[in-house]
């Protein structure tokens, strides 16, 4: 490494080693949420509204671990919250997924838009 | 002190005419027309007993009474069921029993063939037994319960034959007339209540004599109560109901003539008397009341082609007498009318009931003639109009003059006048009716094929006409040499009280009275004779010449027309006013409400659409409403992230 560059490449590892502010996991949480919250309303394919909703429990779970590091009283229990959503998320894919399978045996479709028996 | 032997024997009395009811009321329709002698079984039994309760009280010469509690109400008070059995009380028992018995053997001829026949009896008996519970009641909260049921059973048996318009109404007539006194005495009872604490005729007449209740509140109270008794015993103004009355079978009429019914306002009076006269102007108006009864209802009489009118309007004229005796004071004479006029009058109507079953006619114009046919019937009619008229030696001419004299001696010179009056057109309009029914010529073709009715008609009828000769014997004042005279007035007398209160002087018999009222009552028979037997044109003239106070007279002075005009029409124009508002207001907000409902439904129910995407999106609209709402502090901070993160999802989402 040149010498002429150590001062800068010491600077962007300060960047990389200084704490992320809270605020930070935050906004990436709330920005995975409304993108998982904008599929599982728009997408028609039920197999994309479950990853959409994959991804808005996985926000959960991030800002969960990011305020389990954040408060001084919590002591780490957010993490054990997001373990135990994570177990639910995985029950929760597995019976979605057969009630897909099941959907699309008896109708020949996964459109959610056209599962629509429950109409007025 | 009384056994409980006789306490039994009272109180099966009523009992007995109200369990025939519930048999025949149950299995009337198994019996048929054998429901005749289950009630007359009933009944007979009861006759006995009442004889039995008059031999206890004329023995011990003391009332009996007992009571059980009924309603306690702790310290509100309490309403206790009980029978206070007096001299009064047992001879209206002895004279309802007999009069309902000799009135259901007559009825198992007459009612012959008709189709609710069971039902017809046990209406009867219930009547009987309201009747008899009436006059044994202590208290005026179980007097009023009976009061009511003779009521709701004058309905049923006035409207018997409901299948006709006219009896359907009469039977309504009846009932709403009444009613009208019935609410009145309903308030009076209230305010005694309220005032001395307790129902019963002893409690408010102590109550009264001590001083808890007095002025006009209790001047009130006792005009209501007789209020109560006018619309029962059918005294103006509400007389009304009673002509009308007659659209039910007759021995029907004769049972609510003679016994029952009508009997019951003068009997409430009667019972209630240390109470009335403690309130001298209550008992002005109950003279007075009475007196003017007595002359309209003899003037109404006069006129009517009607057979059975003809008596009605006698009964009214008759209770208006009743009514005056009790409001001048001289209760036994007018508890001795009551007793006399029970049997002549029951006798008139099975009379009339006899010659409207042979020629099938109320119509007095389509009869004449009868006499030869059906004799029986001829002679006791004309023993019970003669009693009616009041002539010697006959019943009705020892209560009557009992009434009259009394009038004169205590100087109420009016009433006195009137009541005169009202002897002459009584035997007038009676024998008027008797003459046209029975003399001349037969004036139709039912007349001329008439035939005597069966005997178990007449057998009564002749009962009933020795009664009304004899009856009247038991309350010959001692004048006349009897072994027991006054006997009536030993049994039947006003309380020390009463006669304390009344302070009236004592009188003997008066002869040259006696001699008038009878001379008044023969020159009214021999009235009737001229007229209606020697020369029946003369009548006709007569009516023609006139005509304005023939028609006046024949339509009851107007009265109906006037009620008609003054609460009929507005009754019914509120009634009808009332039915469009609670139609159109009240009916319409309510359907509106419904339909709004069902339309906003209708509108709303395109939002559940299926999609469960549909349901997700409401939920997250809601649910960031509800962030704002929360938020609205930090309004500028909530909209702008939502704001951003609505748009970076748009623009990562676009791609997806």
Redesign the interface.
């Known amino acids: 490494m040149p010498p002429q560059l150590q001062p800068y490449v010491q600077q962007g590892l300060d960047v990389v080693n200084q704490t992320i502010p809270l605020e930070g996991y935050l906004i990436v949480a709330a920005i995975m949420f409304a993108i998982g919250a904008w599929g599982a309303l728009i997408r028609r394919n039920a197999v994309v509204v479950f990853m959409c909703i994959e991804l808005m429990i996985n926000a959960v779970n991030l800002t969960l671990v990011g305020f389990s590091d954040y408060l001084p009283g919590a002591d780490g229990a957010g993490a054990g919250y997001a373990v135990l959503v994570i177990a639910v998320a995985a029950a929760e894919v597995a019976v979605g997924l057969a009630i897909v399978l099941a959907v699309y045996r008896s109708r020949k479709t996964v459109n959610v838009d056209e599962i629509n028996l429950m109409k007025w | 002190m009384t056994s409980v032997g006789q306490q039994l024997i009272i109180a099966a009395i009523p009992v007995l005419p109200a369990l025939v009811f519930v048999v025949l009321a149950l299995f009337g329709r198994y019996l048929g027309e054998s429901a005749q002698y289950v009630a007359i079984f009933g009944v007979a039994t009861s006759l006995v007993f009442s004889a039995f309760s008059l031999y206890f009280v004329i023995r011990a010469q003391t009332p009996i009474d007992f009571a059980v509690n009924w309603i306690d109400l702790g310290p509100g008070g309490s309403f206790p069921m009980g029978i206070y059995v007096d001299g009064l009380a047992a001879v209206m028992l002895v004279v309802v029993c007999f009069v309902s018995l000799m009135i259901q053997l007559y009825s198992g001829a007459f009612m012959q063939d008709d189709s609710r026949f069971a039902w017809y009896y046990a209406v009867l008996n219930l009547f009987t037994a309201s009747m008899l519970g009436l006059v044994v009641a202590p208290s005026f909260i179980e007097l009023y319960v009976f009061w009511e049921l003779v009521g709701l059973c004058s309905y049923l048996l006035i409207g018997h034959w409901f299948e006709k318009p006219s009896a359907a109404k009469a039977a309504q007539k009846a009932f709403i007339v009444t009613r009208i006194g019935d609410a009145a005495l309903f308030v009076g009872i209230i305010m005694f209540w309220r005032e001395a604490g307790t129902t019963s005729f002893q409690g408010i007449t102590e109550a009264a004599q001590a001083g808890f209740i007095g002025g006009s509140l209790f001047t009130t109270a006792v005009i209501l109560v007789f209020v109560g008794a006018i619309g029962k015993s059918a005294q103006f103004p509400l007389h009304v109901w009673l002509p009308d009355a007659m659209e039910g079978p007759t021995p029907v009429s004769a049972l609510i003539h003679a016994a029952t019914m009508v009997a019951a306002g003068v009997y409430l009076v009667a019972r209630t008397y240390d109470i009335f006269v403690q309130s001298p102007a209550a008992m002005l108006v109950v003279a007075y009341i009475g007196g003017f009864t007595a002359l309209m209802a003899a003037t109404m009489a006069l006129t009517k082609k009607d057979i059975k009118r003809v008596v009605a309007y006698s009964t009214v004229s008759q209770l208006g007498y009743m009514m005056l005796a009790l409001g001048i004071g001289s209760y036994t004479a007018g508890i001795f009318h009551l007793y006399n006029h029970a049997f002549f009058k029951a006798l008139l109507f099975l009379g009339a009931g006899s010659i409207i079953y042979a020629i099938n006619s109320y119509n007095l114009t389509e009869m004449g003639g009868l006499r030869r046919r059906m004799p029986i019937t001829f002679w006791t009619m004309v023993v019970a109009g003669l009693s009616l008229a009041g002539i010697f030696p006959l019943s009705g001419f020892w209560s009557k003059d009992a009434i009259l004299a009394a009038t004169y001696e205590q100087h109420f010179y009016v009433l006195y006048g009137m009541v005169l009056l009202t002897v002459f057109l009584t035997a007038f309009y009676i024998f008027r009716a008797i003459f046209m029914a029975f003399t001349g010529e037969p004036r139709s073709e039912g007349a001329r094929n008439a035939t005597e009715s069966p005997g178990i008609m007449t057998g009564p009828m002749v009962l009933l006409a020795l009664l009304s000769v004899v009856s009247g014997w038991v309350g010959i004042p001692a004048l006349f040499g009897a072994p027991e005279g006054g006997f009536f007035e030993r049994i039947v007398q006003p309380s020390a009280l009463a006669n304390e209160t009344l302070a009236l002087e004592g009188h003997e018999f008066s002869i040259a009275l006696a001699i008038v009222s009878t001379i008044v009552a023969l020159l009214g028979v021999g009235l009737a004779y001229l007229l209606y037997v020697r020369e029946p044109e003369r009548a006709t003239s007569l009516a023609r010449r006139f005509a304005p106070v023939y028609n006046f007279l024949d339509d009851g002075w107007y009265f109906d027309a006037l009620y008609e005009r003054v609460f009929v029409r507005p009754a019914m124009a509120l009634g009808r006013a009332t039915n469009v508002f609670d139609r159109r207001a009240i009916g319409g907000l309510v359907s509106g409400v419904g339909r709004g409902t069902g339309g906003i439904g209708e509108r709303l129910?395109?939002l559940?659409?299926?999609?469960?995407?549909n349901y997700?999106?409401f939920i997250?609209l809601s649910v960031l409403v509800i962030g704002v709402i929360v938020g609205a502090q930090y309004t500028v901070l909530v909209i702008g992230?939502i704001a951003l993160?609505?748009l970076?999802?748009?623009a990562?989402?676009a791609r997806?």
């Open positions: 129910r395109r559940q659409t299926g999609g469960a995407q997700a999106l997250l992230l993160i609505t970076v999802t748009v990562v989402g997806l």
